[in-house]
């Protein structure tokens, strides 16, 4: 075999290698490419860059609902999956964009767009 032909499956099997397992939340084995520490330190940052460029909504009434609501999201995700290491604190913010959106990121970061 040529070496141009190799080199793919070289690195292929050097990633196999470094990733690690894990386990999807209803138990079944997964490879784990970037390990969750680093997900969740990606995952603030791009919530930080979010909360600098997209507009906050001051709507105390639509945040309170907001709040109330991602609780018993987290609540039952909890309930559903008690073996998973959950964010001891969840960050949840309503944006200001008319789309109706919302997302949740690693580290226990949570946006909704007022449009939802």
């Known amino acids: 075999m040529h070496w141009r032909c190799v080199r793919p499956l070289f690195w292929l099997a050097l990633l ?3 990733a690690g397992c894990g386990e999807t939340p209803t138990g079944r084995s997964q490879l784990v490419l970037v390990p969750g520490p680093l997900m969740a330190d990606m995952g603030g940052d791009a919530f930080d860059q979010l909360r600098n460029t997209q507009p906050i909504s001051r709507d105390a009434q639509a945040n309170q ?3 109330c609501v991602a609780e018993k999201i987290v609540a039952g995700a909890e309930a559903s999956y008690p073996g998973l290491d959950f ?19 690693p580290g226990g970061r949570i946006g909704v767009h007022t449009g939802l």
Do not use: G, I, M, Y
Request: net charge negative; glycine share 0%.
């Open 65 to 67: 609902l907001v709040q």
């Open 87 to 105: 964010p001891e604190r969840w960050e949840v913010v309503l944006f200001e964009d008319p789309s109706p959106n919302a997302f949740a990121l």
């Open 16 to 18: 196999t290698v470094l």
